[in-house]
Each structure stands twice: as C-alpha cells, then as structure tokens.
C-alpha cells in the first residue's frame, strides 16, 4: 500500500475542510408524521426497518434536521428549548437564565475573556426570552422556535454556546467523577 506525500494529504485536508454537502431544506422542520421515516426506511435492512415502524408507533410525530453536520447538536438545543416551552413553566425558565449565567461566570474564572462567548449566550438568552414570552402569551405550538432555529445565525450561536456549555461540564465535572472513588 502507497502511502499519501505531506503534499497529497495537505490536498485532501483541503479539500475535506472546504467540502459543503448539498442538503436541502430547513435547519429544523415543522413536526411531521413518523410514518414518513417509516416508509424512508421500508426498503433498508430488515431490522432497521422494524425499529423506522415501531418509532412511528411510540413518537407519531417528529422533525427532521438538515443533515448538516450540526444536526445533533441542534436537535439536543432544539429539544431543550422544545421542553422548556412545554412544560409552561416561566419559573423554570427564569432558573435556567441563571444557571446559563452563572456558567458564564465560572467560564470568567477559568480565564476565557466573555468576548469570546457573549454573542453565543445572548443568541440563547434570547431564545429562553422569546420562550418565557410565548408561555406568557398563551402560545399554542412552538413555531417561535422552528422560526428561530431556521435562522443561521441564531442556530450556530445557539449550537457553538451548547457546545462551550459541555466542553466546561467535561472539563469540570468529569475529572471528579472519574478519581471520586479512587483510593
């Protein structure tokens, strides 16, 4: 087997950074039936199958998020905005803000300059403001939030601040969960 020259690889990594897939649609859909990825996924493997149908049996209902490759990290920030809006609870809401604060405050502590990170917690701040009204308001669905995640910007925001928020949880609270119970 050849092995690739320093000038080869550099190539290749370029063209890997530069490469966009071209997917289409929305960065998050409005709720579709689950019957959909059901019948996607009817002609696959067997077994994938089966689970496509039994997921259609328990969720009814799901969104599709473009395959980007951001699409999970938005659909674990969708989800949770997702929740947060259903369980109408603007206390909640409320305890949130200051649990992202204080986050934002020991991110000061570590030595990150907020400049770093503001814009990516006031993208989200205001997404859990434009929550907290929708409940006040009496909002009915969460189209608000498939607005907000569609829009570019706020989604990265979003998604880049999610990302910042883990990456401190890893560094924090990992190392004590892993030398906790060494004697």
Request: proline share 3%; aromatic share 10%; hydrophobic share 40%.
């Amino acid at each position: 087997m050849n092995a690739l020259s320093a000038d080869e690889m550099e190539r290749f990594q370029k063209l890997s950074n530069s490469y966009q897939p071209e997917v289409q649609g929305p960065l998050v859909s409005t709720k579709q039936s689950s019957h959909s990825i059901a019948l996607d996924y009817s002609n696959a493997d067997p077994t994938l199958a089966t689970k496509t149908n039994a997921l259609a049996i328990t969720h009814p209902e799901c969104r599709i998020m473009k395959g980007d490759g951001n699409c999970g990290w938005r659909a674990v920030a969708f989800g949770y905005f997702e929740t947060l809006f259903a369980l109408r609870d603007t206390l909640r809401i409320e305890a949130e803000i200051r649990r992202m604060k204080s986050l934002t405050t020991l991110l000061e502590r570590v030595g990150l300059s907020d400049s770093i990170y503001e814009i990516f917690v006031d993208a989200t701040e205001d997404v859990l403001n434009r929550t907290q009204a929708a409940i006040q308001n009496g909002a009915q669905d969460e189209s608000f939030l498939v607005e907000a995640f569609n829009e570019g910007y706020c989604s990265d925001a979003i998604i880049t601040h999610f990302r910042v928020r883990f990456s401190l949880w890893m560094i924090l609270a990992l190392p004590f969960r892993c030398y906790r119970n060494v004697n």
